[in-house]
């Protein structure tokens, strides 16, 4: 029951009622599986290429860069640095005072290592008086961990990941996100020499990091030798989405509604505020050391050139429907490029007569297009590339959750599990149409493709609902392009171990 107070509240974070009762009703009805024929691979769907179609659309991008164009790298970067940390906030609220799990040990035998560890020092000697060593001597374990993750020290477990310091080169250390920058100049710089960044933040961080980008963004302006336009936004209040009780009505604090934040998916709305034609997409803790950049580069810029070369394709295609000349031969090229490149399917149209065709042909060129660099399954947790079935039964490449997938159905099973590739977020974007006019993007989210959990608030129960994720449901309807990457290109940092991994270590 929504009452008047309740559409007020509504009302002031710019949500439609008509939004509020479709979330309802997901929650009582739940979200559908999404059918699956195969899980992707090189054998369909993903593309291996060649040393000399690699140079092809490394040369399609460098070529694209001297044009008059916008690029964006776009980086997610709300999160907070805390599930990074929850080994050692363990360690805090442990009745012992030693290292005692493999990972405190490790954490510990490694903490000389950590970028972090000269400000953490400081830090250390300041508040207690001890340098780490001293600490680590007189087994003061717990302060060193308290001086890294609370207030009375450096606060990593609540700062935001994109400003944990990551790694240590001779003249310094660098955050995620100024590693970030660092990536920007050397695969999207256009021939102006500028560099567009931005990062989607929390408000709570937004002050971190325009003085982190107000002391730093000159020092790597000068070292790279192009000029910055670094931009922040903040997840919209209206993505939020409503929190909802055990019998699917809207959960109540203080008679007040309880709204959370939708999940990575209400991104969608950051990115179609973007006047940009070209969007590299990547998450913040994904970065290396300078040393190993250079096949992130290379690979980067393959991806990239393999989207504007089939933009180009798909762009004379559509400006050759308008101009009304092709032949019948022509429909049929365009027909196996939709089904054998982009790898869609569409039982129906040997049904479908010429002008029934063209349309069809149209409406699925004429969507925005997006490059996904995908890598050898390595048991790393993650989404993957799968051959699904749409609304409109035809068959395109998606990427898809296991939450997406019936497991319990013994075939959808086997197709999941002979997954070869899985999603280390890694995408490039076309964003406007043959015209050059925009995309409106949430117009090509499929909205049965959210998620529904169970979390708790104040000691109560409630089922929290995300949006369909930005590279899962929120990019449905896109035309997609899925192009094998090597792992070497995939090193996140999902705990502060992680740091200590050789892929994160000797920043020169």
Same mark, same amino acid.
């Given at each position: 029951?929504?009452?008047?107070?309740?559409?007020?509240?509504?009302? @002031?974070?710019?949500?439609?009622?008509?939004?509020?009762?479709?979330?309802?009703?997901?929650? /009582?009805?739940?979200?559908?599986?999404?059918?699956?024929?195969?899980? $992707?691979?090189?054998?369909?769907?993903?593309?291996?290429?060649?040393?000399?179609?690699?140079?092809?659309?490394?040369?399609?991008?460098?070529?694209?860069?001297?044009?008059?164009?916008?690029?964006?790298?776009?980086?997610? &970067? +709300?999160?907070?640095?805390?599930?990074?940390?929850?080994?050692?906030?363990?360690?805090? +609220?442990?009745?012992?005072? !030693?290292?005692?799990? +493999?990972?405190?040990?490790?954490?510990?035998?490694?903490?000389?290592?950590?970028?972090?560890?000269?400000?953490?020092?400081?830090?250390?000697?300041?508040?207690?008086?001890?340098?780490? *060593?001293?600490?680590?001597?007189?087994?003061?374990?717990?302060?060193?961990?308290?001086?890294?993750?609370?207030?009375?020290?450096?606060?990593?477990?609540?700062? $935001?990941?994109?400003?944990?310091?990551?790694?240590?080169?001779?003249?310094?250390? %660098?955050?995620?996100?100024?590693?970030?920058?660092?990536?920007?100049?050397?695969?999207?710089?256009?021939? &102006? %020499?500028?560099?567009?960044?931005?990062?989607?933040?929390?408000?709570?961080? $937004?002050?971190?990091?325009?003085?982190?980008?107000?002391?730093?963004?000159?020092?790597?302006?000068?070292?790279?030798?192009?000029?910055?336009?670094?931009?922040?936004?903040?997840?919209?209040?209206?993505?939020?989405?409503?929190?909802?009780?055990?019998?699917?009505?809207?959960?109540?604090?203080?008679? /007040?509604?309880?709204?959370?934040?939708?999940?990575?998916? &209400?991104?969608?709305?950051?990115? =179609?505020?973007?006047?940009?034609?070209?969007?590299?997409?990547?998450?913040?803790?994904?970065?290396?050391?300078?040393?190993?950049?250079?096949?992130?580069?290379?690979?980067?810029?393959?991806?990239? #050139?393999?989207?504007?070369?089939?933009?180009?394709?798909?762009? *004379?295609?559509?400006?050759?429907?308008?101009?009304?000349?092709?032949?019948?031969?022509?429909?049929? @090229?365009?027909?196996?490029?939709?089904?054998?490149?982009?790898?869609?399917? =569409?039982?129906?149209?040997?049904?479908?007569?010429?002008?029934?065709?063209?349309?069809?042909?149209?409406?699925?060129?004429?969507?925005?297009? /997006?490059?996904?660099?995908? !890598?050898?399954?390595? #048991?790393?947790?993650?989404?993957?590339?799968?051959?699904?079935?749409?609304?409109? =039964?035809?068959?395109?490449?998606?990427?898809?959750?296991?939450?997406?997938?019936?497991?319990?159905?013994?075939?959808?099973?086997?197709?999941?599990?002979?997954?070869?590739?899985?999603?280390?977020?890694?995408?490039?974007? &076309?964003?406007?149409?043959?015209?050059?006019?925009?995309?409106?993007?949430?117009?090509?989210?499929?909205?049965?493709?959210?998620?529904?959990?169970?979390?708790?608030?104040?000691?109560?129960?409630?089922?929290?609902?995300?949006?369909?994720?930005?590279?899962?449901?929120?990019?449905?309807?896109?035309?997609?392009?899925?192009?094998?990457?090597?792992?070497?290109?995939?090193?996140? !940092?999902?705990?502060?171990?992680?740091?200590? /991994?050789?892929?994160?270590?000797?920043?020169?």
């Amino acid at each position: 029951m929504i009452t008047q107070s309740d559409l007020q509240q509504i009302r @002031e974070k710019k949500i439609t009622p008509k939004r509020i009762e479709e979330q309802l009703e997901a929650f /009582r009805k739940g979200f559908p599986y999404l059918p699956i024929v195969a899980s $992707a691979s090189v054998e369909k769907g993903i593309q291996l290429f060649s040393e000399g179609e690699q140079k092809t659309y490394l040369d399609a991008w460098e070529a694209y860069l001297q044009q008059d164009r916008v690029i964006v790298k776009f980086v997610p &970067a +709300s999160g907070a640095a805390s599930r990074m940390f929850k080994d050692l906030f363990e360690f805090l +609220s442990a009745e012992y005072t !030693v290292p005692t799990t +493999s990972f405190e040990q490790v954490f510990f035998d490694g903490i000389h290592k950590f970028a972090f560890y000269e400000l953490l020092n400081r830090h250390c000697a300041h508040n207690e008086g001890k340098t780490i *060593d001293e600490l680590l001597a007189s087994g003061q374990y717990k302060a060193i961990v308290e001086n890294l993750l609370l207030k009375k020290g450096m606060n990593y477990g609540q700062m $935001a990941k994109g400003l944990i310091q990551f790694h240590t080169y001779s003249d310094g250390v %660098r955050t995620a996100m100024e590693e970030h920058w660092v990536e920007g100049a050397l695969y999207a710089c256009n021939k &102006a %020499r500028q560099v567009n960044l931005h990062f989607t933040i929390s408000e709570e961080h $937004a002050m971190f990091f325009a003085v982190l980008a107000d002391i730093k963004e000159e020092d790597y302006a000068q070292k790279f030798g192009v000029h910055y336009e670094i931009d922040f936004s903040l997840q919209k209040s209206s993505t939020d989405t409503l929190a909802a009780d055990a019998g699917n009505e809207p959960f109540r604090e203080a008679g /007040r509604l309880v709204f959370r934040p939708g999940g990575h998916g &209400a991104l969608i709305e950051n990115l =179609n505020d973007l006047s940009a034609d070209v969007v590299f997409i990547k998450n913040i803790d994904n970065v290396v050391p300078d040393r190993l950049k250079p096949l992130t580069v290379r690979y980067k810029k393959l991806i990239a #050139g393999v989207l504007v070369a089939y933009q180009k394709q798909i762009f *004379d295609y559509l400006h050759l429907i308008d101009a009304g000349t092709y032949t019948h031969e022509q429909l049929l @090229e365009m027909l196996y490029f939709l089904q054998n490149e982009l790898c869609i399917k =569409n039982p129906n149209t040997k049904n479908l007569e010429d002008v029934e065709l063209v349309l069809y042909i149209k409406s699925k060129l004429n969507r925005p297009l /997006r490059v996904c660099g995908m !890598v050898r399954n390595a #048991g790393e947790p993650g989404g993957g590339p799968f051959l699904a079935v749409n609304p409109d =039964n035809t068959v395109s490449l998606q990427i898809l959750e296991s939450s997406q997938i019936d497991l319990k159905n013994p075939e959808m099973k086997t197709l999941f599990e002979k997954g070869t590739h899985f999603n280390p977020v890694d995408l490039v974007c &076309a964003l406007k149409n043959y015209k050059g006019e925009k995309f409106h993007l949430p117009g090509y989210v499929d909205k049965n493709t959210g998620f529904i959990s169970s979390k708790s608030k104040n000691g109560k129960e409630l089922k929290a609902l995300e949006l369909p994720g930005l590279w899962n449901g929120a990019m449905s309807d896109w035309n997609t392009v899925f192009v094998e990457v090597p792992i070497e290109t995939f090193n996140p !940092v999902k705990t502060v171990n992680d740091l200590l /991994r050789p892929q994160h270590q000797e920043g020169d």
